[in-house]
């Protein structure tokens, strides 16, 4: 049976296992879905503490549904969390309430430091090159680059069509200024292209954004953090980014140096290109 790829999936799974299970890890089961917020931020020691088991029963309880590690399974706790608290001060505080610590502003400081620094020796392993060539090859084609990105990704969207528009790449940002989204999205033309960011849990309007151009031919480029998003099923190229998290609280750090990336090589085809063009006009001279 494959592992759980989210919160709901695992609840689920949780409650159809339950009676198979041992005591031990009923009690632990119990406990772990009566304290989710707990579950989310807390060491193993304190939950093992907490729930009064040891740390092997909830290292246990992890493997026995296909979780190589406590960790992996935590990490779903935290992602539910972080989608039904997009307030930042309620994050915050379900924390401080998890974990009873309240970190100082160096702590913090040092620890997404430590992070995103983790995240970026990782970034270009985890990118495949033929994928990183074939989205430059659709975005060097396009007429125009279109892109959007809702939410937390806005700033990853507004930060590429920045770098675009100075290397002469016409681009547009989908803003949805004045809520048209669809109508900006519908504005993108045959020979244009669509870049699009969007992380868990995926912006609907970036998912009909993504809908609308496979159905209409447009090259897709999607920068995702998962090869399992509804996003990279559609897209013609999609580049899988993991950011850094601290504390429910996601960097895009990594994000922003893929596409300073995208856009400095798109920037030195096309002056290649036009370095070509010079020469072979002075040819035919």
Same mark, same amino acid.
Not at 45 to 59: D, F, G, H, R, W
Not at 150 to 170: D, G, M, N
Not at 206 to 233: C, H, M, Y
């Given at each position: 049976?494959?592992?759980?790829?989210?919160?709901?999936?695992?609840?689920?799974?949780?409650?159809?296992?339950?009676?198979?299970?041992?005591?031990?890890?009923?009690?632990?089961?119990?406990?772990?879905?009566?304290?989710?917020?707990?579950?989310?931020?807390?060491?193993?020691?304190?939950?093992?503490?907490?729930?009064?088991?040891?740390?092997?029963?909830?290292?246990?309880?992890?493997?026995?549904?296909?979780?190589?590690?406590?960790?992996?399974?935590?990490?779903?706790?935290?992602?539910?969390?972080?989608?039904?608290?997009?307030?930042?001060?309620?994050?915050?505080?379900?924390?401080?309430?998890?974990?009873?610590?309240?970190?100082?502003?160096?702590?913090?400081?040092?620890?997404?430091?430590?992070?995103?620094?983790?995240?970026?020796?990782?970034?270009?392993?985890?990118?495949?090159?033929?994928?990183?060539?074939?989205?430059?090859?659709?975005?060097?084609?396009?007429?125009?680059?279109?892109?959007? !990105? &809702? #939410?937390?990704?806005?700033?990853?969207? %507004? =930060?590429?069509? +920045? *770098?675009?528009?100075?290397? $002469?790449?016409? @681009?547009?940002?989908?803003?949805?200024?004045?809520?048209?989204?669809?109508?900006?999205?519908?504005?993108? !033309? &045959? #020979?244009?292209?669509?870049?699009?960011? %969007? =992380?868990?849990? +995926? *912006?609907?309007?970036?998912? $009909?954004?993504? @809908?609308?151009?496979?159905?209409?031919?447009?090259?897709?480029?999607?920068?995702?953090?998962?090869?399992?998003?509804?996003?990279?099923?559609?897209?013609?190229?999609?580049?899988?980014?993991?950011?850094?998290?601290?504390?429910?609280?996601?960097?895009?750090?990594?994000?922003?140096?893929?596409?300073?990336?995208?856009?400095?090589?798109?920037?030195?085809?096309?002056?290649?290109?036009?370095?070509?063009?010079?020469?072979?006009?002075?040819?035919?001279?």
């Amino acid at each position: 049976m494959t592992t759980p790829q989210d919160f709901s999936e695992l609840e689920a799974r949780i409650g159809r296992e339950y009676p198979t299970l041992s005591r031990r890890l009923q009690q632990t089961a119990r406990f772990l879905l009566d304290h989710p917020q707990e579950v989310a931020f807390a060491t193993v020691a304190k939950l093992a503490e907490q729930a009064n088991v040891t740390p092997s029963t909830l290292i246990r309880f992890a493997n026995s549904f296909g979780f190589k590690g406590f960790s992996e399974m935590q990490q779903l706790f935290r992602e539910r969390l972080m989608n039904e608290l997009p307030n930042y001060a309620e994050r915050i505080r379900a924390v401080r309430s998890a974990t009873g610590e309240t970190p100082d502003s160096t702590q913090l400081l040092w620890e997404f430091a430590d992070a995103n620094r983790e995240v970026l020796e990782e970034l270009p392993g985890r990118i495949n090159p033929k994928d990183l060539e074939h989205a430059l090859d659709l975005l060097e084609k396009a007429e125009a680059v279109h892109v959007m !990105g &809702a #939410r937390r990704s806005f700033v990853v969207a %507004s =930060y590429l069509t +920045y *770098a675009l528009h100075h290397i $002469e790449k016409r @681009a547009f940002l989908i803003n949805g200024q004045g809520g048209m989204y669809r109508e900006q999205i519908r504005s993108i !033309g &045959a #020979r244009d292209a669509l870049l699009l960011v %969007s =992380y868990s849990p +995926y *912006a609907q309007e970036s998912q $009909e954004a993504a @809908a609308d151009a496979k159905e209409r031919g447009i090259p897709l480029v999607v920068i995702t953090d998962s090869s399992l998003s509804p996003l990279s099923r559609l897209a013609d190229v999609a580049l899988i980014v993991h950011e850094a998290e601290v504390k429910s609280f996601r960097g895009l750090t990594a994000s922003l140096c893929l596409t300073q990336t995208l856009a400095i090589s798109l920037g030195i085809r096309q002056d290649q290109g036009s370095e070509a063009g010079d020469t072979s006009s002075a040819l035919d001279a």
